[in-house]
């Protein structure tokens, strides 16, 4: 990655003590669980600790965490369910617009789905820009600061080394390799980390749950040309004709419109989801946000390279596709692109399910990652598991099932 895409971290704090933004929704929510929720603490000053009450219950660390930590002038908002001293770690990334209330079902039922003698650790994190990751209240983000798909990259593997690693209290670190599990652009982000981060050790697997296979509009040498380049402050050019598109953009009617195309299971698209992604968008820098995702140029690699890294150069990191069947926007066509990237790679099929299938159809993803990770981490000895209990998730080879996608291999084919 050039240098230019990357801007040097600021010093290491630890988890620190944060006012959350969360919906009416999200609180009502965290008041009715049964486990305690712990907020990890410690000062702003990156040379401070936490203090020895904050350290005694962090120590608990079989129950629910919900903490900050600052990255760029950000507060970072994560989550962790599980035994921190698991030995197995899933980390989730979120698609566009949502944060880790989308994998509620994941941080609540997965960890204890592999029993005491193979436990599970399940972190999630939101983006700088989405979910609660903003910078403080009454701040910006810093000039030259840019909402992109190589900020999301290095923020994630900052998060992985420094605060994961540390087991979010940190601490010492300790080996903990994980398996990145992501949702549209979070499956995007999981394979663009896992085939670049500088620590090749540290990624055991990627599991991409309706990846996108593609974010932003323009190359990095387009971006020369263009008038801005998504690097804040935001333009007044820019700013003012985008508010009122913003505006209604992120109306609760307009919001629930555009998540009913792409779940095939309606009902899970209630007030609470709705609400959950709007209130990010309240936020002072928001629309900054926004505009600098749209004006952000691609990645420094496409998709195609970043798995063909996995397949050639880091055969040690494991691949699954869990891809929704009914997803109009990513359909299956594009899961057997990545199926035909990676031969090697798991593929799952979910019926009845659109674009989300961790939230659409938690407990049948719950059950494929939880097996998929336990057959890794024996060694992958026999066959991959064939899927769910239910049948809804099944094992398949991603052959092409109708004309568009017999059409779109023979074009594959002939290259």
Not at 44 to 70: F, I
Not at 336 to 354: L, S
């Amino acid at each position: 990655m050039s240098a230019a895409a990357r801007v040097a971290p600021s010093p290491s704090p630890s988890p620190r003590a944060a006012t959350p933004r969360p919906s009416r929704a999200r609180r009502a929510r965290c008041a009715s669980r049964s486990r305690v929720v712990v907020v990890a603490r410690a000062s702003s000053n990156a040379a401070a600790s936490t203090s020895s009450a904050d350290a005694s219950s962090s120590s608990h660390d079989d129950e629910r965490v919900d903490a900050r930590y600052r990255w760029r002038g950000h507060d970072v908002h994560y989550e962790r369910s599980g035994r921190v001293d698991a030995s197995r770690h899933v980390v989730l990334l979120h698609g566009f617009g949502v944060g880790t209330f989308h994998y509620e079902s994941q941080l609540a039922e997965l960890p204890m789905m592999m029993g005491e003698e193979a436990q599970l650790c399940v972190w999630a994190i939101d983006l700088v820009g989405q979910g609660a990751s903003w910078p403080p209240a009454g701040e910006a983000a810093a000039p030259g600061f840019r909402y992109s798909v190589e900020t999301w990259r290095d923020q994630i593997e900052d998060f992985l080394e420094r605060v994961h690693l540390a087991g979010g209290d940190g601490g010492e670190k300790k080996k903990r390799a994980v398996y990145l599990a992501g949702n549209s652009l979070g499956g995007y982000l999981a394979t663009y980390v896992a085939a670049s981060c500088a620590n090749e050790d540290l990624i055991r697997g990627v599991i991409l749950l309706n990846a996108t296979p593609f974010w932003a509009f323009t190359s990095a040498d387009d971006a020369k040309w263009a008038p801005w380049k998504g690097a804040l402050p935001t333009p007044r050019w820019i700013r003012a004709p985008l508010r009122l598109y913003w505006d209604s953009f992120r109306s609760a009617a307009n919001v629930k419109g555009l998540l009913s195309l792409v779940y095939d299971s309606k009902e899970r698209v209630d007030d609470a989801l709705v609400e959950n992604i709007i209130a990010p968008t309240n936020d002072a820098n928001a629309l900054d946000a926004f505009c600098s995702v749209v004006w952000s140029p691609k990645a420094s690699i496409d998709f195609d390279e970043m798995l063909r890294r996995l397949r050639e150069e880091r055969r040690g990191v494991k691949i699954a596709l869990m891809y929704g069947r009914e997803d109009p926007w990513v359909v299956p066509l594009w899961g057997q692109r990545a199926k035909r990237a990676a031969p090697a790679a798991t593929y799952y099929e979910i019926e009845k399910c659109g674009h989300c299938p961790a939230h659409e159809s938690p407990r049948v993803v719950n059950e494929l990652i939880a097996k998929y990770v336990d057959w890794c981490e024996r060694g992958c000895v026999g066959d991959a598991p064939e899927g769910s209990a239910c049948g809804v998730g099944r094992l398949v080879d991603g052959s092409p099932r109708n004309f568009f996608e017999r059409a779109d291999a023979a074009v594959a084919g002939s290259r």
